[in-house]
């Protein structure tokens, strides 16, 4: 394990109270207090604050693009557009939302004693605001691309985790845990899934079919994952004593502590930024939990991600060439194509089977930071005779 030192930590908020969550993405922070119960969001790009009223926030919340989802405290789905500011009921009776381009996928609620015959998840479809019940359980879901997975309890005291595929509308088992607790920080980024289990984190592989053990021997919560870093909790965030904010790096296989506060949770990740709550400031009680972000980008030991194609556009099927041509010495890449394959080569070369722009991601990494770089493949129909 290494110590964070390349990063730099700044604070956002002042004097917050009772954060529950936090959530990042692009330059959008939200976080959850249950101080007023409200939704936040902070631009990172301007500084400027939104305080999101109307309806009070409970649990978890999740963003894509310029949107949040949460749940309300009248358990309920609510969505939320930055860009425009309007907020949108998207279906009462449910909670745990996740979302992910057009989608946001669900849970229902339950209370203990109540039978689970109307228990499900459902797949909500921001376009056509059509609510589909893909598995007939209570369980709280994650999405990314067109993959919904989620945790069901097993007749051997243990829970199976499924993928449900949005384009072929199939569901299939793809790994067992050892936990019986339906999860509610499980997360999935690309082909990888993390969760929470006997107080460690564990992350899947779908496309190789392998489990890993990311921690070991201490209290883990709170897993969050994007791209190349999975980010959690180390201590119990929800009472007293010890609580940081640890990173592991997939492809290099290596473990960074990023906050030495003993006081900081509820982490979040997007590309080289990682969000959380911290109540540094209210040690005795813990009642003040400003959010702070760490940059992880680095640009003292020239650590830069760039990278070329042989092409950079053409039709399917596609092959391309992709040359590493950063600076600083990185010891690990991680490169994601953006059609859902993803590589650790330092110079891998992928093929695009269909048509579309996609977005490649490279990023880079070593014991004194991470740095990434974006481009565009652009893959056109085959030509037919």
């Not at 930024?273 to 109540?279: G, H, L």
Request: charged share 15%.
């Amino acid at each position: 394990m290494t110590i964070a030192s390349a990063g730099t930590e700044n604070k956002l908020t002042q004097d917050e109270r009772l954060t529950l969550r936090t959530s990042i993405y692009g330059n959008y922070v939200f976080w959850t207090e249950c101080a007023g119960n409200d939704v936040h969001a902070y631009d990172l790009t301007t500084g400027n604050r939104t305080d999101i009223t109307g309806n009070s926030a409970g649990s978890n919340l999740n963003a894509y693009g310029d949107k949040v989802v949460w749940t309300s405290d009248s358990e309920a789905v609510y969505m939320y557009d930055i860009s425009t500011g309007n907020e949108t009921l998207i279906a009462s009776g449910r909670r745990i939302p996740d979302i992910y381009g057009n989608y946001i996928v669900y849970t229902n609620n339950y209370y203990y004693g109540e039978d689970h015959q109307n228990d499900g998840i459902y797949l909500y479809d921001l376009n056509t605001h059509n609510e589909t019940r893909i598995a007939a359980v209570y369980s709280f879901p994650a999405i990314y691309g067109k993959k919904v997975v989620w945790s069901q309890e097993n007749s051997s005291n243990a829970s199976d985790i499924y993928l449900y595929n949005i384009s072929t509308q199939q569901t299939g088992k793809i790994t067992t845990t050892n936990s019986s607790i339906p999860e509610s920080e499980l997360d999935i980024y690309g082909n990888i899934v993390v969760w929470t289990e006997s107080g460690n984190i564990y992350m899947h592989d779908i496309a190789s079919n392998k489990t890993t053990q990311v921690t070991s021997n201490v209290s883990a919560y709170q897993p969050a994952i994007y791209a190349n870093s999975i980010v959690y909790t180390i201590g119990d965030p929800y009472s007293g004593g010890n609580k940081d904010i640890y990173m592991y790096e997939i492809s290099a296989a290596r473990t960074t502590r990023i906050t030495n506060s003993t006081l900081a949770f509820s982490p979040s990740v997007y590309g080289d930024k990682i969000v959380y709550a911290d109540c540094r400031n209210n040690p005795e009680f813990c009642e003040g939990r400003d959010i702070y972000l760490y940059d992880l980008s680095n640009t003292s030991n020239n650590l830069v991600a760039n990278f070329t194609g042989n092409v950079s556009s053409g039709t399917a099927p596609l092959n391309v060439s992709f040359t590493d041509t950063g600076t600083g010495a990185p010891d690990a890449w991680y490169w994601d194509f953006g059609d859902g394959d993803i590589s650790n080569e330092q110079d891998p070369v992928h093929t695009y089977l269909s048509a579309g722009n996609y977005t490649v991601c490279l990023t880079v990494s070593n014991v004194n930071g991470t740095d990434s770089k974006l481009a565009t493949i652009s893959v056109k129909k085959e030509l037919q005779c």
